[in-house]
């Protein structure tokens, strides 16, 4: 097997040293370094690399210029490196958003001494990263944080794995047959049946002007009319599910790809868990609130989840549920090296919403979230899985496949109308059985 080859890019020349040492170690080949983005692209040009470690501050051409380019020009799978502090964390999200695969939290303090807390979690990123589908002119705004949202004509615009918004805009009426029990395993989903007599989507609303984050709990008087809208819903029905999403690399762009289509009356609380460093899932919230009608925010303990809200599980810490469901901090060990574990979170949730679970997996190495998944099923709760093609690293979705658990499997470009469709169509199920 060929090891992989990557283009070390950092302005500092002890950085570079350090980076080439911990790849080298783990059995790679550095065919070069480059000391800012303008060095950067001739080397791409001159070695091809399979992947690219890419700092953000740079003199001449920083990094966030440098990953335009490249994801104009010459695609390639890159990892960031940004500082973990609250000022660098938006540039990170930027950069997932251009395109980057997966960022790498540089630890504070003297270099020399701390770089050593991140070599394996380097040379984890980079080796998932060597696997990633990445491809030209993604479709995710690195401005606004959102995937452009057609009006009339669509765009076209391609994201990862070749997949688009295809003929239909954000609102529009499409139809899908459910699939249940469809992989090798031959397992039935106790909620697949119902979901042949789903009915697609409605035109959805835009959030009411003003409208108040979560994390200020600030509402306006059209935003109050919403929330009095969504506890009469929740009154008439015997219990309010939970859909929890669970992804890793390459998961920032699918999470916007799923959030923006979705209306602010979504009828079901929706929680995010994001294999992502502390420091950077605040940003990596008020992006995606940026680009969705329904209010998102990083986890409060103590809330509890309601219909309209996404909460996104803090980094470095696992997300869990109390007696009266409310979100709280567990700071138990990693599970599979992450933490935020979905996992974790699936599991709490079946505890205390038992079959009443809705799981959603997205993109992202490894098989976190396939055991949560089996507790899913085990309680009548149901499972939706990304699929091959749309997928940056079909790892997480895979496992989930593979072990007979999805209901459904579907490209990231449909799978708001999905989940809106599947959440729908159990909440009646439930209600009436």
């Not at 991140?118 to 690195?142: C, H, L, N």
């Not at 119902?194 to 108040?212: K, M, V």
């Not at 099923?377 to 079909?394: C, N, R, T």
């Not at 990231?412 to 809106?420: G, S």
Request: charged share 25%; with cysteine; glycine share 10%.
């Amino acid at each position: 097997m060929q090891p992989i080859r990557v283009l070390v890019v950092d302005d500092s020349a002890l950085m570079r040293q350090m980076i080439s040492r911990i790849l080298k170690d783990a059995g790679m080949e550095v065919v070069a370094t480059a000391r800012d983005g303008v060095d950067a692209l001739e080397k791409v040009a001159q070695h091809r690399p399979d992947v690219i470690t890419l700092d953000v501050e740079m003199p001449r051409m920083d990094g966030l210029e440098t990953l335009r380019r490249l994801m104009r020009e010459s695609p390639l799978p890159v990892v960031m490196l940004s500082s973990l502090t609250q000022e660098q964390a938006p540039t990170a999200i930027e950069a997932l958003a251009i395109g980057a695969v997966d960022v790498v939290g540089k630890p504070g303090g003297t270099i020399s001494l701390n770089i050593g807390e991140i070599a394996e979690e380097i040379v984890r990123k980079v080796r998932a990263a060597a696997t990633a589908r990445v491809g030209r002119a993604p479709g995710f705004s690195a401005r606004s944080g959102a995937l452009p949202r057609p009006e009339g004509q669509p765009t076209g615009v391609e994201s990862p794995g070749a997949s688009t918004w295809g003929a239909s805009g954000r609102g529009a009426a499409r139809s899908y047959t459910a699939r249940p029990g469809v992989l090798e395993s031959g397992t039935s989903s106790p909620g697949a049946a119902a979901l042949h007599a789903a009915s697609s989507s409605a035109p959805q609303p835009a959030r009411a002007p003003g409208a108040g984050s979560l994390a200020s709990h600030e509402r306006t008087a059209g935003d109050d009319a919403f929330w009095r809208r969504s506890r009469r819903r929740e009154r008439g029905r015997s219990e309010t599910p939970l859909v929890v999403v669970g992804s890793s690399t390459g998961g920032p762009k699918a999470l916007t790809q799923l959030l923006s289509p979705l209306p602010q009356d979504f009828p079901a609380p929706i929680v995010v868990v994001q294999h992502m460093p502390a420091g950077f899932t605040k940003a990596l919230a008020e992006r995606l609130d940026d680009g969705s009608a329904l209010q998102v925010a990083e986890a409060v303990p103590g809330q509890i989840p309601r219909p309209g809200e996404v909460w996104v599980a803090r980094g470095g810490v696992h997300l869990t549920f109390d007696a009266r469901k409310a979100m709280q901090e567990d700071r138990s060990p990693p599970h599979m090296g992450v933490r935020p574990a979905v996992d974790i979170t699936l599991e709490s949730a079946v505890l205390r919403w038992q079959g009443r679970v809705i799981a959603v997996i997205l993109t992202g190495m490894g098989m976190d979230g396939a055991r949560g998944c089996r507790k899913v099923k085990q309680a009548g709760g149901i499972v939706l899985a990304q699929d091959e093609e749309s997928s940056v690293i079909y790892g997480m979705p895979r496992a989930v496949a593979e072990m007979g658990l999805a209901d459904r499997i579907e490209s990231i470009d449909v799978m708001a109308d999905v989940l809106t469709e599947t959440v729908e169509a159990a909440m009646k199920r439930w209600t009436s059985g």
